[in-house]
């Protein structure tokens, strides 16, 4: 029996020292290793960059090489016009059996479009700015799945708070009703005083059991998040607040670096590009061409048996559009269109951030304030309850009156402990919408 305690006891231990302390920094490094929406977005960012290159934009020469063989047996009767004299004893007519042809060719050629008002430079810049978009739209997931983990995180400290008030109610609950019930037993309280202590002990392990239960959903959508068992990690209990946020400086970090106004400014210059490539389109193109080309005919059936071929072609190609059923007309008015909206979308999207910006910023002050205010009536709230139950053991309160004086300490204590996890989430959000999540 000793042999099995100490096998008990020593996996108990080997399950906690399993436990990681989870600080927020390592869960987001966890959350955004384990991420398949990270992972898919910098995936689609690698395809586009694969096609921002040169030849995509049309500006390098297609070189192609082709070549061919066919060949042919075939018997032939051949009767010749009664015109041509050939002379001689050549007959009139003239029986091939098996006769042979063969042909083969071969051929090198380059195609390279010498202008096309500038349409190539235009698609280049276009496939780069999109590139750079790419690349901005990762870092605008990231920071979006950084501020969930986040959150989540938040969500598991406040729960645990919640959890451990209850069940600290709940054990002082526990401990009264034992004692009520053995004071019952000698006849120094009344049956009433038992039913109270009774009922308030079942309360306080309905809400502890019901917080465990949010306790637990928490930390599996925790777990999700960031890609491990929730039996693998405790958070770490720590909050810290930044003082020196000041608004202006966070306006112009905004400008200049948040990426959903990023994304929209590199979107305009896109659409410009977009205007210039349909401008172009009016302009003519001129192409250069050139081949070489080596053809090997024989036959026993042609008048010639044997010919061969080879040379250079070299030549230009100009066209000019002249009507195209208006289509490039209304694609040069449909670009014109489209970046007025890219540029009425800047103005949006800065005015947007702009807005929760300032409301997080000032909400978020507003919060440290009242964050101390909370923090003095927890402590007087805790003083009182202290005095109360020292006047419930002398019974110079009732029962109800120390149970009211519990029910708000409890209520204190939550609401001390959500405040601090919903200012430092709105702590973050100032981050994210300034352009500086990343770097904290």
């Known amino acids: 029996m000793r042999t099995y305690v100490i096998l008990l006891a020593l996996l108990i231990s080997s399950f906690n020292f399993s436990q990681e302390i989870l600080t927020l920094e390592k869960a987001i490094e966890y959350g955004l290793s384990n991420s398949h929406d990270i992972n898919i977005v910098k995936n689609d960012a690698k395809i ?11 500006m390098l020469p297609n070189i192609t090489i082709s070549s061919g063989y066919n060949g042919s047996i075939n018997d032939a009767e051949l009767e010749f016009n009664p015109f041509l004299d050939f002379g001689g004893n050549m007959d009139s007519d003239i029986d091939a059996t ?12 380059l195609n390279y479009r010498l202008f096309n008002g500038f349409n190539g430079i235009y698609t280049l810049s276009k496939f780069k700015n999109q590139k750079s978009v790419a690349d901005e739209n990762v870092r605008y997931k990231i920071e979006n799945k950084i501020l969930e983990i986040m959150q989540q995180y938040y969500d598991v400290l406040n729960k645990e708070n919640i959890y451990q008030t209850y069940k600290k109610s709940y054990e002082i609950s526990r401990d009264r009703y034992a004692q009520v019930m053995e004071r019952y037993s000698f006849g120094s309280v009344s049956k009433l005083n038992l039913l ?3 009922v308030n002990f079942n309360q306080d392990k309905v809400n502890m059991e019901e917080a465990k239960i949010t306790l637990k959903s928490s930390r599996l959508n925790m777990a999700l998040l960031i890609g491990l068992p929730d039996t693998l990690f405790t958070v770490k209990h720590d909050f810290s607040f930044n003082q020196n946020l000041k608004l202006d400086d966070l306006l112009t970090q905004m400008s200049y670096n948040n990426s959903s106004i990023i994304i929209a400014q590199l979107n305009y210059e896109i659409a410009q590009d977009e205007l210039k490539i349909a401008k172009s389109n009016f302009t003519p193109s001129v ?19 044997k010919q061969k071929d080879y040379g250079v072609v070299i030549g230009l190609n100009l ?7 208006n289509m490039r007309r209304k694609n040069f008015q449909n670009a014109k269109i489209n970046l007025d909206s890219k ?21 978020y002050q507003e919060g440290l304030k009242n964050l101390t205010l909370l923090q003095k009536n927890l402590d007087t709230i805790e003083k009182t309850a202290q005095l109360n139950k020292e006047l419930y053991e002398m019974g ?3 029962n109800l009156e120390y149970r009211e004086s519990e029910i708000l300490l409890d209520q204190a204590e939550i609401s001390y402990t959500s405040k601090l996890s919903a200012i430092k989430i709105q702590e973050y959000l100032i981050y994210q919408l300034s352009g500086q999540l990343q770097s904290k």
Do not use: C, M, W
């Open 48 to 58: 586009i960059k694969n096609i921002n290159h040169l030849g995509a934009a049309g």
């Open 98 to 109: 098996q006769a042979k042809s063969s042909n083969i060719t071969s051929s090198i050629g």
């Open 196 to 198: 109270n202590a009774e």
């Open 287 to 305: 192409d250069f061409f050139s081949s070489y080309s080596y053809n090997n005919r024989q036959s026993e059936t042609s008048f010639i048996s």
């Open 319 to 325: 066209e000019i559009p002249i009507f195209s059923a």
């Open 343 to 363: 540029n009425q979308s800047i103005e949006h999207v800065k005015a947007t951030i702009e807005t929760a910006l300032i409301s997080a910023y000032y909400n």
């Open 396 to 398: 110079q309160i009732s």
